[in-house]
Each structure stands twice: as C-alpha cells, then as structure tokens.
C-alpha cells in the first residue's frame, strides 16, 4: 500500500481536486486536478508532470495565445486592514 511522503499515514487516495497556481501576483485556478490526497493529514501530491502541465497553461494564457475557459473577479484585502 502506498504511503503519505509527508506524514507515512498509510491511507492515501486517488482524487480530483481544485489547484491554485500562482506567479508574480497572477493566479490560475484550475479544476479536476488528479493528485493523491493523504485521509489523516491532507497533505497532497501532485505529479510532476501535472505541475508542468498547468505550469505551461499558465504561460499560454499570460502571453494572451489562448482565452481562458472562464475568468473571475476576485476581491483582494490586506489583513492589517479587516
């Protein structure tokens, strides 16, 4: 069975899930992401080819050569001031 790199809990699972993806203060939500989820400290791991993946997304959609399937608009606050 398949352990946690992060904690060696024994219970780990294949899921989807949503992944933020953030550089130099742009942002990149992306949906049904696989990663494997730890069920005792859910700590997630990605592969490395996933990553890469969303990383040139990213880089598609900052150079403007592809529309994004959705874009939102997101409220942003600093703490000091709430």
Known sequence: MKKCNFCGN???EFKKV???Y???GNYLIVSD???EEC???GER???A????????????????????AKTISMPIEKFALI
């Open 10 to 12: 024994a219970h780990v």
């Open 39 to 41: 069920t005792f400290c």
């Open 22 to 24: 953030r550089r130099d």
């Open 18 to 20: 949503e992944y933020i």
């Open 45 to 47: 791991y990605y592969e």
């Open 49 to 68: 080819q996933v990553l890469r993946k969303i990383e040139h997304e990213f880089n598609i959609l900052q150079r403007a050569d592809k529309k994004p």
């Open 33 to 35: 992401v696989p990663c």
